[in-house]
């Protein structure tokens, strides 16, 4: 007994997809099951670029991230330390506290 070797696939597309598959396999001198095979290769092909780009772009902003953490001098992140001490004691003077017994008390009392 001899075993098939493919499988039939059947679906549905509108005539006018169905006028342009048969006109192009022919133009290739293919049947329309070596043309779907063909598409269908190249598709694969696309999704695999397209899945190694997606890839390629996280790696990049993840490197990106790991760059710019790396890129602080010791300056820079003296500068961010003053900037953020400025604020906060800016707030606590809004908020009348003006010792770090005040700044324990009101925390407490949150």
């Not at 095979?37 to 696309?46: A, H, L, N, T």
């Not at 003077?93 to 700044?103: P, Q, R």
Request: net charge neutral; glycine share 4%; aromatic share 10%.
């Amino acid at each position: 007994m001899n075993k098939r070797v493919t499988k039939v696939v059947g679906f549905s597309v509108p005539p006018s997809l169905y006028s342009e598959l048969v006109f192009i396999a022919k133009e290739e001198q293919k049947t329309k099951s070596e043309l779907f095979r063909d598409m269908f290769d190249i598709y694969k092909r696309f999704r695999n670029t397209q899945r190694i780009q997606e890839e390629h772009w996280i790696r990049e902003v993840i490197a990106e991230g790991k760059r710019e953490k790396k890129a602080f001098t010791k300056e820079q992140e003296e500068a961010e330390y003053q900037e953020l001490l400025s604020y906060g004691t800016a707030q606590a003077k809004k908020l009348g506290l003006t010792s770090e017994e005040d700044l324990e008390r009101y925390l407490n009392e949150q």
